[in-house]
């Protein structure tokens, strides 16, 4: 089992649509996660943080489940712009694990 | 303002050359990071600097040496380049350890 794995998609959804998607880690002793977001030919940029509580950030919503081992993305009311790779981040105990996901893609549509 | 800035954005050379690229922050960031980003776009961290002390240096051939001459900069050395370097190669900042990265615009380096 890879240590995180994404659906590498494409998602292909209308504009105006509710779309999510997960990001499940290996390591329990995982401590930090983030959501980025890659352009086509861009480099990563930080979407949000993770927080064990839940949070939002505009039509954003990132939720942690510790005990099923997955992260998740909720965008609401896609718009064109968010047309992108998503990328999960996992940070474990030490120093020395920072993984990042292999990324989902997703396709907004008009 | 640049945050992270990275040079050169494209490097095209011969392999078996010897090529560096330079990446500096403007963040006040204590922790300083090379990825690369193959062309399946998986991206994989290399190293990572923090003060000027290396914390992480994962299974990368010794032919690449980074150097942190200060904890604003994190340069990378790539000696008798090989076909297979050939990747997207990424600096990023962060705070601490913990905290979130910054990314440079990547250099990519192309080998003929």
């Known amino acids: 089992r890879k240590e995180v794995e994404q659906d590498p998609g494409p998602f292909n959804v209308p504009e105006g649509a509710t779309v999510a998607f997960n990001c499940t880690y290996s390591n329990s002793a995982s401590q930090s996660f983030f959501w980025y977001r890659q352009d086509c030919r861009k480099e990563p940029k930080l979407l949000m943080s993770v927080y064990s509580s839940g949070n939002e950030d505009g039509r954003f919503t990132a939720q942690l489940n510790r005990a099923s081992q997955y992260i998740s993305l909720l965008i609401r009311d896609s718009k064109l712009s968010d047309s992108a790779t998503y990328l999960c981040?996992?940070?474990?105990?030490?120093?020395?694990?920072?993984?990042f996901g292999s990324g989902t893609r997703l396709s907004i549509r008009p | 303002d640049t945050a992270v800035s990275q040079t050169p954005k494209y490097l095209v050379t011969q392999m078996g050359n010897d090529k560096s690229i330079k990446c500096e922050q403007n963040l006040g960031h204590d922790t300083m990071y090379w990825y690369k980003q193959d062309s399946k776009k998986f991206l994989k961290i290399m190293f990572s600097y923090n003060n000027k002390e290396l914390i992480i240096n994962e299974t990368v051939p010794n032919r690449f040496s980074p150097k942190s001459p200060d904890k604003a900069h994190l340069n990378l050395h790539i000696n008798s380049l090989e076909l297979g370097d050939s990747a997207v190669y990424f600096c990023?900042?962060?705070?601490?350890?913990?905290?979130?990265?910054?990314f440079g615009d990547g250099t990519r380096l192309s080998i003929l």
């Open positions: 990023a900042s962060s705070q601490d350890l913990m905290q979130p990265q910054h």
């Open positions: 981040v996992v940070r474990g105990s030490s120093a020395s694990k920072i993984i």
